[in-house]
């Protein structure tokens, strides 16, 4: 077996033993991204340089008999909306493609602080908005499963290269699936994080009352050393919830048994593919066979969630894109023009995407007067309501246990021309996001060879549970350890 290849906690017990450099691993990881690149376009920018300057630091700890952090010497790739002091990015689009932020975010300060390595910024759909990464202003990434079907998005291109072993661990965001959607198309695991556990600070902000940043790996022991790295309190970001987190490690271990896991029908109806549905039915067998309790639970507002959901993100993102006006930073059109109106208008001409436009456009209607209450007012209500449907079915499981999206990958291009069936891809996810949750897709299956995602979705604050119950399927499975050709 290749280093690049092997999780996160095998390589750091090796380098931890001295039985291989961190050199030598991000060597390896690079390697195999320059062989998959071509095929998979998974990285906007690869930072080799930055990266064996971060492993021969490490190797450099591990011979002087320093104490390592858990994760040293790890490579991870970093989705192109997350800071990066002194490395470009530009969030899949054209209006920040030479953009290169003077400050890293919180996350990455983090992974700095805990000798990870980095290897480079992954491609995603313009500003997270998007569910296939068909919408990057820069190239479409492609599913190592099929290089013809969409990884996912936003976060297609984290999820992508943790897939094709581009990569050790992935950073992606979530503001309505977009960590967990790619994972389920990848067949890799991804969590989006309670709202609060994890800084925003440092992410480019699409819709700042749903963002989450969170992990990507290829098994749940490496996802919860992950999350454990980046889940701090942080006073730069407003909305960090000043709450420790466990030892997600040790609670992971505890496994299935004894939990009891809700099962909803809302989320088991029209518009499933058969695979979809045995492979929740096949989970449900697993998770009894491991001692958990199955309990029939029931979200009565799902169904106007992805409504609610299209109304808030867009007009919050009508606000946050404001700032992108050809003046402070970013692109500014070389045209001629005759005030700062029309510079700001050909300037976002330019560099805005149709889905962005679109979401822009939509966003600034749903706040305009006389719609302010009809839409944006009413939809903040929906988002109570779903909120109080997971409060009360809580009262009764411990998590809920959902398919991530309705079938597999589709094919690049086969729903690019209908906006609403693209966005029915959210239909399982966004749910998590308006109500704060946190949420994680484990692979549960495949459908003619493409990857099938299981969700699992848990109280406030309750990661570990999360972890609890992806640990103990996934130990009874084998579907984590089967890999893409490439």
């Known amino acids: 077996m290749e280093?690049?290849?092997?999780?996160?906690?095998?390589?750091?017990?090796?380098?931890?033993?001295?039985?291989?450099?961190?050199?030598e691993v991000a060597e390896s990881v690079l390697e195999r991204a320059r062989q998959a690149e071509p095929k998979i376009h998974a990285f906007v920018t690869l930072a080799e340089e930055e990266a064996y300057q971060a492993a021969r630091r490490v190797d450099e700890a591990v011979s002087k008999g320093v104490k390592l952090p858990p994760l040293a010497g790890i490579p991870v790739a970093i989705k192109d909306n997350i800071s990066t002091a002194g490395l470009r990015t530009t969030c899949a689009s054209k209006i920040l493609e030479n953009y290169i932020p003077p400050y890293d975010a919180t996350v990455i300060a983090e992974i700095r602080n805990q000798m990870m390595v980095l290897v480079g910024k992954t491609n995603m759909d313009e500003f997270a908005m998007g569910s296939s990464t068909e919408n990057s202003g820069l190239f479409t990434t492609r599913n190592p499963w099929d290089i013809e079907a969409v990884p996912g998005g936003s976060s297609g291109g984290s999820a992508a290269?943790?897939?094709?072993?581009?990569?050790?661990?992935?950073?992606?965001?979530?503001?309505?699936?977009?960590?967990?959607?790619?994972?389920g198309y990848c067949g890799i695991v991804g969590l989006k994080p309670t709202y609060g556990r994890v800084s925003r600070y440092g992410l480019v902000a699409y819709a700042s009352s749903l963002d989450q940043i969170?992990?990507?790996?290829?098994?749940?022991?490496d996802c919860a050393l992950l999350l454990q790295a980046i889940a701090k309190y942080d006073p730069k970001d407003s909305t960090s919830v000043n709450q420790p987190a466990p030892d997600y490690l040790q609670e992971m271990k505890k496994g299935a048994k004894g939990l009891r896991i809700g099962l909803a029908k809302e989320y088991l109806g029209e518009g499933i593919s058969l695979p979809v549905k045995d492979a929740v039915q096949n989970g449900v067998k697993v998770f009894k066979d491991l001692g958990a309790e199955i309990v029939e639970v029931s979200l009565p507002h799902t169904e106007y969630a992805l409504a609610a959901y299209y109304i808030i993100a867009p007009a919050e993102a009508s606000s946050n894109l404001a700032r992108y006006d050809g003046v402070r930073y970013g692109h500014r059109?070389?045209?001629?023009?005759?005030?700062?109106?029309?510079?700001?208008m050909k300037t976002r001409q330019e560099g805005f995407g149709a889905e962005v436009k679109r979401r822009i456009m939509t966003g600034t209607y749903v706040l305009s007067s006389g719609y302010y209450d009809a839409y944006y007012l009413k939809?903040?209500?929906?988002?109570?309501?779903?909120?109080n449907d997971f409060d009360n079915a809580f009262k009764s499981c411990d998590l809920i246990l959902t398919p991530t999206t309705p079938s597999v990958a589709f094919k690049i291009g086969s729903k690019t021309k209908d906006p609403l069936e693209m966005y029915l891809e959210d239909i399982f996810t966004v749910t998590c996001n308006l109500a704060g949750l946190p949420g994680i897709s484990i692979s549960g299956g495949f459908d003619n060879g493409m990857p099938i995602g299981l969700q699992m979705l848990g109280p406030l604050f309750k990661e570990e549970i999360l972890l609890r119950a992806a640990y103990g399927f996934e130990q009874a499975t084998d579907f984590h350890k089967k890999r893409p050709e490439i």
């Open 3 to 23: 280093l690049y290849q092997k999780t996160a906690h095998e390589l750091q017990q090796l380098i931890a033993a001295k039985e291989v450099k961190a050199v």
């Open 161 to 183: 290269a943790v897939c094709a072993d581009e990569t050790i661990l992935a950073l992606g965001s979530d503001t309505g699936g977009s960590i967990r959607q790619p994972a």
């Open 214 to 221: 969170g992990p990507l790996t290829k098994d749940v022991t």
């Open 333 to 344: 059109t070389s045209q001629k023009v005759s005030d700062a109106v029309e510079l700001f």
């Open 379 to 387: 939809a903040q209500k929906v988002r109570t309501l779903i909120r």
